[in-house]
């Protein structure tokens, strides 16, 4: 064994994947995995530039491990994921303990990049964006802690350029997988006893339309529908403009895609979509959620808002509260806005001051939470199915999630985990449901 590594994940599914990979990776060559900062030789941050809050947590940690490297010089630091992509350089010349910068597109080469900083001990930092290759994905068994759920990145990059967000610089522009390679990897994780696959992308939406003759995205869920043993299908996220009648179909015709949508709207005003670049309109948006629910009544949806676009007015914000009213999300995802350089907002004229943003947040997250409850309380009585995958936070429980993704906590041995149960509901929580195995 050449040491141990350590790897720190901040932000969405996709770095968490990423970060499976680079374990995979490193495992290959000889590393093993602690969970102990402290016992590890190797210190990795993967981490998340979507919001400034994520980046400053990066900064944050990367100060409290200068005790540890100035006490053990030998430790390797590294930073890997978007954060790394934006700063680059920047991160070597604020924290000279950091060994070595990996960009997005470099992650890959994370063992190589390990044993150069070995050999020479010197700091590393390589950033460059590759659209020559291949991704870097590959069809590989990536070792799993429990075998119930598995994540499997179609694409990466996006094209759109919404002016609040940094995705395309960070991750660059659109590159599908070959959907041949896809399947496969959903194939021997099938093999490895996974039962819900969750495909992921910047915008999976438009998986395909980079590749000549390629399937259309729902083409890929109708193919990996079809493969044996597979007991559920997700995927995230989607951009709403992108939403296409075959996939709106699919919903209604494939058994294991699952009743359950991420679909960011981020406003409900028209003004402000189209200060965002978001190439949707409100009522376009509707339209694509009233055709789901005709093919999926039970669909459950969730989304993504922004609170003090530059620009919002009190009416804007309120056009996204009656958003709320008339959609009856199951749960959203809020934020309040924040300068993301180099996206275009940055420079935007009629900034909203940081108290009004923050009541703007509290009062959308007020204004949704009876929504959700409501939402959760109806399936009290009912008998629904739930994945079981992990041990709950409390004590004699395990955790899992319905087909429409909402978390239920029952009383069973740690045996079921990995099993698809029935289970009663008893009790619905704010962000939670409670119950009991009726099989």
């Known amino acids: 064994m050449k040491g141990r590594f350590f790897i720190q994940t901040f932000g969405c599914q996709m770095n968490v994947h990423d970060s499976e990979y680079m374990a995979f990776l490193l495992e290959a060559n000889g590393y093993r995995q602690t969970n102990n900062p402290k016992e590890a030789n190797i210190i990795l941050l993967n981490t998340c530039a979507v919001r400034q809050k994520a980046e400053e947590k990066v900064y944050s940690l990367l100060g409290r491990l200068k005790p540890l490297k100035k006490k053990r010089p030998e430790v390797i630091i590294g930073v890997t994921g978007c954060v790394a992509q934006k700063e680059g350089q920047r991160i070597l010349e604020r924290m000279p303990h950091v060994d070595l910068v990996l960009g997005t597109h470099q992650f890959y080469r994370i063992a190589e990049f390990i044993e150069t900083v070995k050999r020479e001990r010197q700091q590393v930092c390589c950033t460059e964006f590759n659209y020559q290759l291949e991704p870097p994905q590959r069809v590989i068994p990536l070792p799993r802690q429990s075998q119930v759920r598995a994540y499997v990145t179609i694409m990466q990059g996006c094209n759109n350029f919404c002016t609040y967000c940094i995705v395309p610089y960070v991750r660059g522009r659109e590159i599908s997988r070959k959907s041949q390679d896809v399947i496969e990897e959903v194939k021997r994780l099938l093999d490895m006893g996974i039962k819900e696959v969750i495909l992921l992308g910047q915008n999976v939406n438009s998986y395909g339309k980079d590749r000549k003759g390629e399937i259309s995205f729902a083409e890929l869920l109708r193919r990996i529908d079809k493969l044996p043993g597979l007991k559920r299908l997700r995927f995230i996220t989607s951009h709403p403009k992108d939403i296409s009648e075959e996939l709106i179909q699919a919903f209604g ?179 939670s449901l409670r119950g009991r195995i009726i099989n």
């Open 253 to 431: 015709e494939l058994e294991s895609l699952c009743e359950y949508i991420h679909l960011p709207a981020q406003s409900g005003s028209d003004r402000i979509l189209k200060l965002m670049n978001r190439k949707y309109t409100r009522s376009e948006y509707l339209r694509k959620i009233e055709a789901l629910r005709k093919v999926r009544p039970n669909l459950a949806i969730s989304t993504d808002l922004i609170v003090g676009f530059p620009g919002e007015t009190e009416e804007d914000f309120k056009q996204t509260l009656s958003l709320l009213k008339e959609v009856e999300y199951d749960t959203i995802f809020a934020f309040k806005y924040s300068d993301r350089p180099p996206a275009k907002a940055v420079n935007f004229k009629g900034k909203i001051p940081e108290d009004v943003k923050k009541e703007r947040l509290e009062e959308l997250l007020e204004f949704q939470a009876p929504i959700t409850q409501r939402k959760n309380q109806a399936l009290e009585g009912k008998v629904v199915e739930v994945l079981l995958d992990t041990n709950s936070k409390r004590g004699n429980q395990l955790s899992g999630r319905t087909r429409c993704h909402r978390v239920v906590n029952v009383a069973a041995p740690k045996q079921l985990i990995g099993q698809i149960v029935q289970v009663k509901i008893e009790e619905a929580l704010a962000h």
